[in-house]
């Protein structure tokens, strides 16, 4: 249980176009999910917590007209890096918590690799 | 806010042999503290975590301490395996809603060497 689960897992474009990310938890229901970017060798950064519903919270510094965050049910999270540049070139990752009365757990999709040629 | 301190960087162990990653935070009401590891180029795995009204808990080879008054938190593995090579990650996060956010350490890059 608790798989969450992100498409593509590769995806290169060009610079200026768009790119959508998927994130979806497959085996429970996400109130909350969660949109981590990391650089090579170096911890997660936070960018944004989107809920079900409502529009996301955006960490500081953290570009809402740039990456676009629309959680249109309970099972999927979707990020748009809109007009991309190759400074966007990252490992984007979304996490879930559970719908529970108590949640604790957060789990981690496999990760999209961006590449902006 | 939270601020959560990783160390080692990096450990290499023989493998059979334990190893111990240590992590300190500064948020008093932190009270879940989860450990991740990560593969490389893959997402990051829960392999245990501990919540605040626990000092220890284990899972076969893993365990993970909690000191709340010292504010800090270790995982252990014994009988390393060199499929334990990766990057582990430590976060506290305060349970005060569902939006609430982990905050990670730095990471420990474990090697296991036959």
């Known amino acids: 249980g608790a798989v969450v689960s992100q498409h593509p897992s590769r995806v290169i474009c060009k610079s200026g176009t768009s790119v959508k990310i998927e994130c979806r938890s497959l085996?429970?229901?996400?109130?909350?999910m969660f949109w981590y970017r990391q650089f090579p060798k170096q911890s997660l950064m936070l960018m944004a917590t989107?809920?079900?519903?409502?529009?996301?919270?955006?960490e500081q510094g953290v570009e809402k007209d740039k990456f676009l965050i629309n959680h249109a049910s309970l099972t999927l999270s979707t990020l748009t890096v809109t007009s991309a540049h190759p400074e966007d070139s990252s490992f984007y990752i979304c996490?879930?918590?559970?719908?529970?009365?108590?949640?604790?757990?957060?789990?981690f999709g496999p990760g999209t690799r961006l590449t902006v040629t | 806010g939270e601020n959560v301190e990783q160390h080692p960087s990096t450990l290499s162990v023989q493998e059979g042999d334990s190893a111990v990653i240590k992590c300190t935070y500064s948020?008093?009401?932190?009270?879940?503290f989860p450990w991740y590891k990560q593969e490389l180029g893959k997402g990051p795995q829960l392999i245990i975590d501990?919540?605040?009204?626990?000092g220890e808990k284990k899972d076969q080879r893993i365990a993970v301490t909690l000191n709340k008054t010292a504010k800090h938190f270790s995982l252990h593995i014994t009988e390393t395996q060199p499929e334990d090579s990766a990057v582990y990650f430590c976060?506290?996060?305060?349970?005060?809603?569902?939006?609430?956010?982990?905050?990670f350490g730095t990471g420990t890059r474990l090697q296991v060497t036959l």
């Open positions: 085996d429970f229901q996400a109130t909350t």
């Open positions: 501990i919540r605040s009204n626990v």
């Open positions: 989107s809920n079900e519903g409502s529009k996301a919270t955006y």
């Open positions: 948020d008093s009401a932190s009270n879940y």
């Open positions: 996490s879930a918590r559970p719908v529970r009365q108590v949640s604790y757990e957060q789990y």
């Open positions: 976060a506290a996060r305060p349970n005060t809603g569902t939006a609430s956010k982990l905050t």
